[in-house]
């Protein structure tokens, strides 16, 4: 299985930093990385699909770039809503694995 | 759009057996992959099975191979996870989630079941 690797696993940032977490994938992945968004008792919401793709309805401000085996979730202006937990999640085979998150608090 | 409401969580001792369900509406149930996740505080997210009924393509983790059984009633709308042989490393929320499309994500989720497998 192709392992996923985030960082941080943590971070606390203010409302308006700009904000990056990374991925990495234990091997080459093209661009099949996907991104997402998991507020408390929720289920994770997609926001980004084949790397750079954004999800329809998702703001603007978030933007995913990366190939290979590294990836970049980037928030450029980070908003209250957005404080939550982020997960990296492999398509490229099966079986599709995930990161262990990133979880974005309040500074 | 689509829809997906879950089903069927609950209390469950070790060695017993649940069956979720999972309703869709509003999208064409056979034209997608559908997919249980779970999320359970040990392993994180992780798909235990999917299905895609144009291929009969069926998709079991190792975690839970030999002990869960996915299905779909197309004329239903619905997905279902028979499990058996349940251990304590099983409880977690189950969701129901549909692929984008092969390879894209899963862009619809449920809001999730719990299962809890205790003694």
């Known amino acids: 299985d192709i392992q996923m690797t985030q960082s941080p696993s943590s971070l606390s940032a203010s409302v308006g930093d700009r904000v990056l977490i990374t991925c990495r994938a234990s091997q080459s992945i093209s661009n099949y990385l996907n991104w997402y968004q998991q507020k408390p008792g929720k289920a994770p919401k997609l926001l980004i699909y084949?790397?750079?793709s954004l999800q329809s309805g998702v703001p603007s401000r978030f933007s995913g770039s990366g190939s290979g085996t590294d990836f970049t979730l980037t928030i450029s202006s980070l908003q209250p809503e957005d404080f939550a937990t982020y997960y990296c999640q492999q398509s490229d085979s099966t079986p599709p694995t995930f990161g262990q998150g990133t979880k974005v608090e309040i500074k | 759009q689509g829809l997906l409401v879950e089903s069927g969580g609950g209390l469950v001792k070790p060695g017993g057996s649940l069956r979720l369900s999972c309703a869709a509406s509003g999208f064409t149930f056979s034209d997608f992959y559908m997919n249980w996740i779970r999320q359970t505080p040990g392993k994180g997210l992780e798909c235990v099975a999917y299905i895609y009924s144009r291929t009969s393509t069926i998709y079991y983790a190792d975690s839970v191979k030999g002990r869960f059984t996915i299905s779909r009633d197309t004329a239903k709308n619905s997905l279902y996870l028979q499990m058996n042989s349940l251990r304590v490393d099983d409880t977690g929320i189950y969701y129901c989630?549909?692929?984008?499309?092969?390879?894209?994500?899963?862009?619809?989720w449920g809001q999730g079941t719990l299962v809890t497998v205790s003694s």
């Open positions: 989630a549909r692929d984008k499309y092969p390879r894209a994500g899963f862009d619809h």
């Open positions: 084949a790397a750079s």
